[in-house]
């Protein structure tokens, strides 16, 4: 029964990286659709997205099903809760790459933000796709040290986040009002990716060690 158990639990732990290496996918399709205007990369995250969603059911059934079965308890416990709160921040960073391909199919032909922004959301683009790739990584290996690398870089999509604000608010910009939402929202999808891929992290680090430090969990 105990084998059986632990296979279970491995699973669990596949099934993540699985859906985090989805989200991955997602995101660097997405922020390629964004930036080149590519309709069709676009489509393909829009399409995907489905299909994240029902990986993220199963393992949630999975992971109930232990539950109501295994009735595990210490750190056997801690992997199956941590999953099902894994899951469904894995899901929203799957919808954050859906809305950055929605604007990107929304303004095609043209581009979704003015020339200013641009390198700004290249570079905010980039970090999500490293992140999401760490992420990966992290579920997979439980290092560390890639959890505080995942930190370090959404303290750098957050302040781009703030450069973008600072631009459209500021007195010398130029864009239209639809240019303001559209770079408003896009930035706001890219930190919000970047945040919840955060929380993971912390969730894997309490998973390891089994501590939770309120003043590392701010954010």
Request: net charge negative; no cysteine; charged share 30%.
């Amino acid at each position: 029964m105990r084998e059986v158990f632990q296979q279970e639990l491995a699973e669990v732990q596949d099934r993540l990286v699985e859906l985090a290496e989805l989200v991955a996918e997602s995101i660097d399709k997405a922020t390629r659709a964004f930036h080149k205007s590519e309709v069709s990369l676009a489509e393909e995250v829009i399409a995907s997205d489905n299909f994240i969603d029902q990986r993220t059911v199963a393992l949630d059934e999975l992971a109930i099903t232990i539950l109501a079965r295994q009735q595990p308890v210490a750190r056997d416990l801690r992997i199956v809760v941590s999953a099902l709160r894994i899951s469904a921040s894995l899901e929203r960073m799957g919808d954050m790459s859906t809305h950055i391909a929605q604007l990107a199919r929304y303004r095609f032909p043209d581009k979704v933000v003015p020339k200013s922004l641009r390198s700004t959301f290249a570079e905010m683009g980039q970090l999500d796709v490293e992140i999401a790739r760490k992420l990966v990584e992290l579920l997979r290996t439980e290092d560390a040290q890639l959890a505080e690398e995942i930190r370090n870089d959404d303290d750098k999509v957050d302040a781009l986040h703030l450069v973008v604000f600072d631009k459209v608010l500021g007195e010398t910009w130029k864009g239209q009002a639809v240019d303001t939402v559209d770079a408003t929202l896009a930035s706001r999808y890219h930190e919000r990716f970047a945040d919840h891929a955060v929380s993971i992290a912390k969730k894997v680090q309490y998973l390891v060690t089994g501590d939770w430090d309120p003043e590392k969990s701010a954010s």
